[in-house]
């Protein structure tokens, strides 16, 4: 019996994705770009970025759910552990920040759930809004909790998310040209 799956379970598939998707991320830059960190958590490359921005194109609010998740985790248990409001506010700019240039983009361009009419253009002017949304709700905390290094952080930040962003969305292209359209011998 083939029915169509329920949006309850896609929304779980969309989640547990999102949360492989962007969890192996975080390993991958771990092992890579550890040693370009100018800041704990704030680096020159930072491949995460590009998933919080494939991940909220791609499926939305479960995405904004599996990257929380994800980012609850990770800040809890590996970045900041004992210290459950820096992970807590840590884990809600990562995700929210992104969130909320998708639901400008929609807005703005019209951005379909298909992302059919997403041009280079305006995937570009994305990438560049979550490299700084998500930095900027990162410093505002920052500069309420009273930190050092909020410009320096900042730029750093920003260019760190905007770079790995780059890095995999250009990834995922190159993955996509591997597959032969429909059609073609």
């Known amino acids: 019996m083939n029915q169509p799956a329920s949006q309850f379970r896609l929304d779980g598939y969309l989640i547990v994705s999102t949360i492989f998707l962007h969890g192996g991320m975080m390993v991958l830059n771990e092992l890579f770009f550890r040693q370009a960190e100018f800041l704990q958590g704030i680096g020159w490359i930072y491949l995460p970025a590009g998933t919080r921005l494939l991940c909220t194109l791609l499926f939305g609010r479960a995405g904004l759910l599996g990257l929380l998740i994800t980012g609850w985790f990770a800040c809890y248990w590996y970045y900041f552990p ?24 929609q807005r703005t361009f019209g ?16 990438a560049a809004g979550c490299s700084i949304a998500s930095p900027l709700l990162h410093h505002l905390w920052f500069s309420l909790h009273g930190d050092d290094h909020l410009l320096p952080g900042f730029l750093v930040m920003c260019i760190g998310d905007l770079i790995g962003t780059l890095i995999v969305l250009y990834a995922a292209k190159a993955l996509l040209s591997l597959k032969r359209p429909a059609g073609a011998t």
């Open 111 to 126: 951005l379909q759930s298909s992302l059919v009419n997403l041009t280079p253009g305006r995937l570009l002017i994305c």
């Open 82 to 105: 004992g210290d459950a409001v820096r992970a807590t506010t840590g884990t809600l700019a990562g995700a929210v920040g992104p969130y909320l240039v998708y639901l400008i983009a």
